[in-house]
């Protein structure tokens, strides 16, 4: 029984040795984050690990003597939660470093500011008082980008040069639409001792944004981070599998077949691979089987609770797209799936596009699974249900 530890991570945000290519995605974060006033907007589909790429960077700006301010706004749900998340990455990047920090920050910002012990590092985290979230959304805006002209200040006072990635930037939009847009440009362009690296997942609406007569148009250097070479991540599953007890001739290129071009997608079926492979590898597709069946049981809760709280069209639009042969205006799968006229399964995709289940492809369905594992728990726990059998691994 072969007992190394799993060569394959997906947990939290992964770095070398469970990190692989993007060498040149890297080094250009690093040089912008390095070298204000750079500026680069990074975007791309989810899980295809893009927030890995910004750590990988930040560490080696870091490792190089520099400071790299991190704010994640993926969960924030007002401005004032984008301040504190700026606040925050701050207070981690320089407190230990910048002398004074919190009583330069608390007497430039002018924004009364709670001060928080940080569990894990023991500093003392500023955040804005509570009592700005009762403020209008352009009030609250205004004090995320305060932050970041005091920010500037406090390096320019200091001569200082500092990185700032704001991960999942497209959420400004979400709480201020074009004129928070508008309002950080006019902020971030006067900057000269920052170096700013904006990444987003919503890759339509960040064209948008960097689109002629939009706020960031031009001013931000773009750089789309698609799917890693398939022949170079196909030969590291391999290469790592084999190093770690399991060889599997074929198992990596099977998994990318499986699983499509999302790297953490990948790279769970990967990960699952090797644990059907420790008692022997066998024919790679059989264990690729195995492993996407362990995937799914791992999702089974989870898609059941998305799935009952579905409406009964929205469940037989899923079951169509997982059958994967035909249009849902199609009489066949009309027909087969009871989806009526088919405006009203149109609809219905399109609600399943903003849950998050589907997204847009340009293919004779018209429609795909955002998770491939989502699609295989409708193929195997769903379809039957309408009397189609499929194997859960069928492209």
């Known amino acids: 029984m072969n007992t190394l530890p799993n060569p394959f991570r997906i947990a939290g945000v992964v770095e070398p040795p469970w990190f692989t290519d993007r060498a040149d995605e890297v080094r250009r974060i690093r040089k912008t984050l390095a070298r204000p006033p750079a500026k680069l907007l990074v ?3 989810r899980r295809m690990g893009k927030t890995s790429a910004l750590h990988v960077a930040r560490g080696q700006v870091e490792r190089g003597g520099g400071a790299v301010v991190f704010a994640d706004l993926s969960t924030a749900s007002s401005p004032t939660d984008m301040a504190n998340r700026l606040l925050g990455g701050a207070s981690r990047a320089l407190g230990r470093n910048w002398t004074d920090f919190v009583g330069d920050l608390a007497a430039r910002l002018q924004v009364r500011l709670e001060l928080t012990p940080d569990p894990v590092t023991g500093l003392a985290v500023p955040t804005v008082a509570a009592s ?10 205004e004090s995320f980008v305060r932050v970041l002209d005091v920010l500037e200040g406090m390096a320019a006072a200091r001569d200082a040069r500092l990185g700032v990635i704001l991960d999942e930037f497209q959420e400004i939009h979400r709480f201020g639409g074009e004129a928070a847009e508008w309002r950080l440009r ?5 900057h000269q001792h920052l170096g700013y690296v904006l990444a987003g997942s919503d890759a339509s609406l960040i064209r948008q944004m960097l689109g002629p007569g939009r706020a ?4 931000f250097e773009p750089m789309h981070l698609g799917p890693i070479d398939p022949e170079h991540l196909t030969r590291w599953m391999d290469e790592r ?6 060889p599997c001739p074929g198992m990596g290129e099977r998994s990318l077949a499986v699983a499509g071009e999302r790297t953490r997608d990948v790279v769970r079926l990967a990960r699952a691979s090797f644990e059907e492979a420790r008692g022997g590898c066998g ?8 492993a996407l069946a362990r995937v799914v049981a791992e999702e089974d809760d989870r898609m059941r609770a998305v799935w009952y709280g579905l409406t009964g069209l929205q469940q037989n639009v899923l079951r169509a797209v997982a059958w994967n042969r035909a249009g849902l205006t199609a009489a066949e799968t009309i027909e087969r799936f009871g989806l009526g006229y088919g405006g009203t399964a149109r609809n219905s995709a399109h609600a399943l596009i903003k849950q998050g289940l589907l997204r847009k ?22 379809l039957p249900d309408v009397g189609v059998l499929v194997a859960i691994d069928h492209l």
């Open 43 to 45: 975007y791309g589909e």
């Open 132 to 141: 700005l979230r009762s403020r209008p959304e352009a009030d609250q805006f």
């Open 186 to 190: 006019g902020s971030v362009q006067t």
């Open 283 to 290: 024919d790679a597709e059989a264990l690729v089987r195995d």
């Open 241 to 246: 599998m084999r190093e770690h007890g399991a």
């Open 361 to 382: 492809v340009e293919s004779t369905v018209g429609y795909a699974f955002d998770s491939p594992f989502a699609r295989a728990w409708v193929v195997g726990k769903a």
């Open 216 to 219: 960031f148009y031009e001013l």
